[in-house]
């Protein structure tokens, strides 16, 4: 399994983006799929989360309420959508998936795409 992520890039505070991850099969609903972030010399934590087969849908307290994960078309693409962006949220986003789904921690993440950079900044 191969991810993908796309969508990244400058944008002011208060602004938005949409996040991309294509994978290179289907994502059944037994797939945990989630968005991580890394911010430089920080650790990568999890921001959105969700397995359909258990119901299971998380995200951060900080993006609560500014932030929404969804499928695309199809099982293989998964978006996050990104609203009234703030110059914390600056960081590499990181898709990854995970079939034995234990948590929102990176290293219970299998799959990971490569990244994509967001930095929000006037």
């Known amino acids: 399994l191969e991810l993908v992520e796309s969508g990244g890039g400058l944008v002011q505070p208060g602004g938005s983006l949409r996040l991309s991850c294509v994978a290179s099969?289907?994502?059944?609903?037994?797939?945990?799929i989630a968005w991580f972030r890394q911010a430089p010399g920080k650790e990568r934590l999890g921001v959105s989360c969700?397995?359909?087969?258990?119901?299971?849908?998380y995200y951060a307290d900080s993006v609560k309420g500014r932030f929404t994960m969804s499928r695309g078309n199809g099982k293989n693409t998964v978006h996050l959508q990104m609203d009234s962006l703030k110059p914390e949220d600056t960081a590499v986003y990181y898709c990854?998936?995970?079939?034995?789904?234990?948590?929102?921690?990176?290293?219970?993440?299998?799959?990971w795409g490569q990244g994509t950079q967001v930095t929000v900044s006037s």
């Open positions: 099969e289907p994502l059944d609903e037994d797939y945990a």
């Open positions: 990854a998936a995970e079939r034995a789904f234990g948590g929102v921690v990176a290293a219970l993440f299998s799959h």
């Open positions: 969700f397995q359909e087969s258990s119901g299971t849908t």
